[in-house]
T-cell receptor, first 116, second 116 residues
Framework: EPEVTQTPSHQVTQMGQEVILRCVPI?????FYWYRQILGQKVEFLVSFYNNEISEKSEIFDDQFSVERPDGSNFTLKIRSTKLEDSAMYFCASSQPDREGANVLTFGAGSRLTVL | AQKVTQAQTEISVVEKEDVTLDCVYETRDTTYYLFWYKQPPSGELVFLIR??????QNEISGRYSWNFQKSTSSFNFTITASQVVDSAVYFCALSVLYNQGGKLIFGQGTELSVKP
């Protein structure tokens, strides 16, 4: 079964460093997303991406964050100058339209970011 | 604004018991979609079901069933004859179709523990 793959599975970084989280969405999907989950809390929407541009972003997704689809397969989340509160699990997801209209998101296994 | 509330933070049952996970949603939109996702201890998010706002039929899939009631804005999830493998965090989510790539708004999650 097609899956969304994320790397790294766990990254430890020092506060102030830049981090890039990588995702390979399902190949025929058109919509891409990043979510985050702070330990023990709910899953929060960060950003959605379609047709090579951001289609929606949350208040959390400030200038510290950026996304990119550098080639035909990867979808990356960059966090500039990480803060302690950026420590979380980051989930990538992708989806494609179907007859229902609202896409079913397929999530990756997540990338755990620990900021020290 | 949209909101999903899962009032039960944790539920603990003994194997073979039935258990119902509650989900209440808020939206002013007439077209919306409701989802349930499972997050097992391994951490990934696994899609379980999608339901659109025009389809109030209950659904059964094996030991799982879902009760959608627009009158009470609820989309409850019942596991019959629970098993240890059902232990996970379960998230209810809402999507409003502003565009096809509509984001998911998650509830806080209910952690289900099924003891042998």
């Amino acid at each position: 079964e097609p899956e969304v793959t994320q790397t790294p599975s766990h990254q430890v970084t020092q506060m102030g460093q830049e981090v890039i989280l990588r995702c390979v969405p399902i190949s025929n999907h058109l919509y891409f997303y990043w979510y985050r989950q702070i330990l023990g809390q709910k899953v929060e929407f960060l950003v959605s991406f379609y047709n090579n541009e951001i289609s929606e972003k949350s208040e959390i997704f400030d200038d510290q964050f950026s996304v990119e689809r550098p080639d035909g397969s990867n979808f990356t989340l960059k966090i500039r100058s990480t803060k302690l509160e950026d420590s979380a699990m980051y989930f990538c997801a992708s989806s494609q339209p179907d007859r229902e209209g609202a896409n079913v998101l397929t999530f990756g296994a997540g990338s755990r970011l620990t900021v020290l | 604004a949209q909101k999903v509330t899962q009032a039960q933070t944790e539920i603990s049952v003994v194997e073979k018991e039935d258990v119902t996970l509650d989900c209440v949603y808020e939206t002013r939109d007439t077209t919306y979609y409701l989802f349930w996702y499972k997050q097992p201890p391994s951490g990934e998010l696994v899609f379980l079901i999608r339901r659109n706002s025009f389809d109030e039929q209950n659904e059964i899939s094996g030991r799982y069933s879902w009760n959608f009631q627009k009158s009470t804005s609820s989309f409850n999830f019942t596991i019959t004859a629970s098993q240890v493998v059902d232990s996970a965090v379960y998230f209810c989510a809402l999507s409003v179709l502003y565009n096809q790539g509509g984001k998911l708004i998650f509830g806080q999650g209910t952690e289900l523990s099924v003891k042998p």
